[in-house]
């Protein structure tokens, strides 16, 4: 291998690791933002404003506080300091009285001596405090004696405590003399700002994000079947044209729907007259073996046209209504009892579910048949939580194979050993089963039942 062969061999090896590494970075990233139009644009606004109020702060604290809470603590050290050296340099003064008054009246400090020695322990320094350091290491560079200070005890005032030769000189200044005090005022100010804009923000976003909810509704509601009357475009330009587009596709859906329907009444129309002709034309014959294998054949056709127009017609026209399902279950056992086969009902739950109540009924009586043609015994649960209306029909019977059942669901597919052909039939009965359930946001699957057959389960939103 050459130079050359390795060298690329190690770029294409380091610019595939830095890929990985953006990957995951990115993957963890997107775990940590929040899913929500809602929450990512209050992030979008919160974000850049906290940013900039740090900066701000962090260069007002850093650029303007420091420097002046230095500057007015290393004024009031050389104030202490020219008071020491007319202390040192001025022995007329033996009771001191012109020094107390210099510094009370000049410097607005009070001033006292107390006996050698008289110098407190060092106390807790506290945890964060800009003029407790500042006036340290500013006594320390000007005075370079030993001193005692306390920031913390009084709340306008600060004591400092010098070790001069023959006495200690206490001394109280202002604490607004050494120290930046407004700058608290500029943070108050500049938090309630942030959180005026803060709430500001949160109710504009609400008011935006309101049409979309409830354009998102409408769309749910119109793919499960159902209306949403008082839908109207709201909001911004660009949600008002999409709820506009979506009031318009929902009008040619309808449409659609409304033309195929009327075309398939038509077209059932002519069919079933023709099929009356045939019967009054078989009646008119007189009875045979022949007539009557003709008359099979017609009553096969009606039923296989029925079957047609049910799969094509689907559930159109239909309004979904409040619906008691246990009453609709009830109904499915019965007819299945009728027929001789055993079956039992269960269900769980809130029984009051909004869907079409005939069509849902088609749904599920279509299962229910296609177990009663294969099996003896039929068991029906339904179940419904705050999400999903869930109702499985198991059996007895020998099932179907896991490779075909998906299969078994598509149109006019017809197999040997399937249990959705109809004897005599199409093979409609679980395609529209499955299409009725689309319709009304859900969906049918089928597994292995506990009692050894076939489960179909069936579940829609609520």
């Not at 993957?27 to 900066?55: D, E």
């Amino acid at each position: 291998m050459s130079t050359l062969d390795t060298g690329l061999t190690l770029i294409r090896s380091a610019a595939g690791r830095v890929s990985a590494a953006n990957s995951w970075m990115g993957n963890a990233f997107k775990g940590w933002m929040p899913t929500g139009l809602y929450a990512r644009a209050l992030l979008i606004m919160i974000v850049p404003m906290v940013v900039l109020q740090s900066v701000v702060a962090f260069v007002f604290m850093e650029r303007h506080w420091n420097t002046v809470t230095r500057r007015l603590s290393a004024a009031v050290v050389a104030d202490v300091a020219t008071l020491i050296d007319v202390y040192k340099v001025y022995p007329q003064d033996k009771d001191r009285t012109q020094l107390r008054r210099i510094a009370q009246q000049r410097l607005g400090m009070g001033l006292d001596f107390l006996p050698v020695g008289d110098m407190p322990p060092p106390g807790p320094k506290p945890f964060f405090s800009l003029l407790d350091q500042t006036l340290s290491v500013q006594l320390s560079r000007q005075i370079a004696r030993p001193f005692w200070i306390d920031t913390v005890g009084r709340s306008n005032l600060v004591e400092i405590r010098i070790q001069l030769d023959d006495a200690v000189m206490r001394i109280f200044a202002q604490r607004s003399a050494a120290y930046a005090s407004n700058s608290e005022i500029f943070i108050f100010w500049m938090l309630g700002t942030s959180s005026i804009l803060l709430i500001v923000m949160v109710l504009f976003l609400r008011n935006q994000i309101k049409p979309i909810l409830r354009l998102a509704d409408a769309a749910e509601s119109f793919g499960k079947g159902r209306e949403a009357p008082n839908f109207r475009p709201r909001g911004a330009r660009e949600v008002r044209r999409a709820a506009h587009a979506f009031l318009e596709m929902k009008a040619r859906i309808e449409r659609s729907i409304e033309q195929r329907t009327a075309m398939l009444a038509g077209v059932s129309h002519d069919l079933r007259t023709i099929l009356t002709r045939f019967k009054l034309e078989l009646a008119l014959i007189g009875d045979s073996p022949e007539v009557d294998g003709m008359r099979k054949d017609v009553d096969e056709m009606a039923g296989m046209l029925e079957a047609y127009l049910a799969f094509a017609r689907g559930d159109s026209g239909e309004h979904a209504q409040p619906t008691d399902m246990t009453l609709a279950l009830e109904e499915l056992r019965s007819d299945a009892e009728r027929n001789g086969h055993a079956a039992t009902v269960t269900f769980h739950g809130l029984p009051v579910v909004t869907v079409k109540p005939a069509s849902f009924k088609r749904c599920l009586a279509n299962l229910v048949s296609n177990a009663a043609r294969h099996a003896n015994a039929i068991s029906i649960t339904g179940h419904r939580d705050h999400r999903y209306l869930t109702i499985t029909v198991d059996d007895d019977g020998p099932g179907i194979p896991v490779e075909m059942r998906e299969e078994v669901f598509k149109p006019f597919l017809r197999l040997d050993d399937a249990r959705n052909q109809d004897e005599g039939g199409t093979g409609l009965g679980l395609a529209i089963a499955r299409d009725i359930a689309r319709s009304h946001g859900g969906d049918i699957t089928l597994g292995d039942s506990p009692m050894g057959g076939l489960r179909a389960a069936v579940r829609i939103p609520v």
